[in-house]
């Protein structure tokens, strides 16, 4: 079946760069594109970027600076860096299925991450 | 980027009724937009897609309607396990939204 399953550190300084890894397993990269959804705590969830099922990227313009997505399509694993984190970065990170070219199909149980030094 | 306006904020209802949620785009986006249901510590799940296309495993209570600028979600006599927040999303544009989320709560 399809699984999404965000990893990386709970905790990340202020100015540090953050570093998450979305395992995928039960669909092929190479046909759905994967998003990146963040959340902070008691708000509504904020898109933050796609790696299309073809390689091409998109970005939440806020972020455009800061974020980067990439993916192994052989490990089937997205991965998001984000530079220059400050405390209003804390939130949950999902990665999320794209049922193309529409809606966020299936996600991951999401990793909490806390800016704090 | 366009802007989703969901209302009202909360919403507050008894077991048994039936209700609306609006979701207002700030510009035409046709019928792209999707309807999530979040529960408190869970990941959101889709409900409805393309405005009105239902999911599998969702129950028929929920329904969908609307184009254009303007998007209902409606629970058919809501039940104890609906009490929980609910998202639009639009993907008409290549840079996705969500609204901000209406919170169904209990009376």
């Known amino acids: 079946q399809v699984q999404l399953k965000e990893s990386g550190p709970g905790l990340v300084q202020p100015s540090e760069t953050l570093s998450l890894t979305c395992t995928v397993s039960?669909?092929?990269?190479?046909?759905?594109?994967v998003s990146w959804v963040r959340q902070p705590s008691g708000k509504g969830p904020e898109w933050m970027g796609r790696?299309?099922?073809?390689?091409?990227?998109a970005y939440n313009s806020a972020l455009k600076s800061r974020l980067s997505i990439s993916r192994d399509t052989s490990k089937n694993q997205v991965f998001l860096k984000m530079n220059s984190l400050q405390t209003d970065d804390t939130g949950t990170y999902y990665c999320?299925?794209?049922?193309?070219?529409?809606?966020?199909?299936?996600w991951g149980q999401g990793v909490m991450v806390t800016v704090s030094s | 980027n366009i802007v989703l306006t969901q209302s009202p904020a909360t919403l507050s209802v008894t077991p048994g009724e039936s209700v609306s949620l609006s979701c207002r785009a700030s510009?035409?986006?046709?019928?792209?937009i999707h309807w999530y249901q979040q529960k408190s510590n869970e990941s959101p799940r889709l409900l409805i897609k393309y405005a009105s296309q239902s999911i599998s495993g969702i129950p028929s209570r929920f329904s969908g309607s609307g184009s254009g600028t303007d998007f209902t979600l409606s629970i058919n006599r809501v039940e104890s396990e609906d009490f929980s927040i609910y998202y639009c999303?639009?993907?008409?544009?290549?840079?996705?939204?969500f609204g901000a989320g209406t919170k169904l709560e209990l009376k």
């Open positions: 999303q639009q993907s008409y544009s290549s840079l996705d939204t």
């Open positions: 039960g669909f092929s990269l190479t046909s759905y594109s």
């Open positions: 510009q035409s986006i046709s019928t792209s």
């Open positions: 790696m299309w099922y073809d390689g091409d990227t």
């Open positions: 999320t299925r794209v049922d193309y070219p529409g809606p966020f199909d299936y």
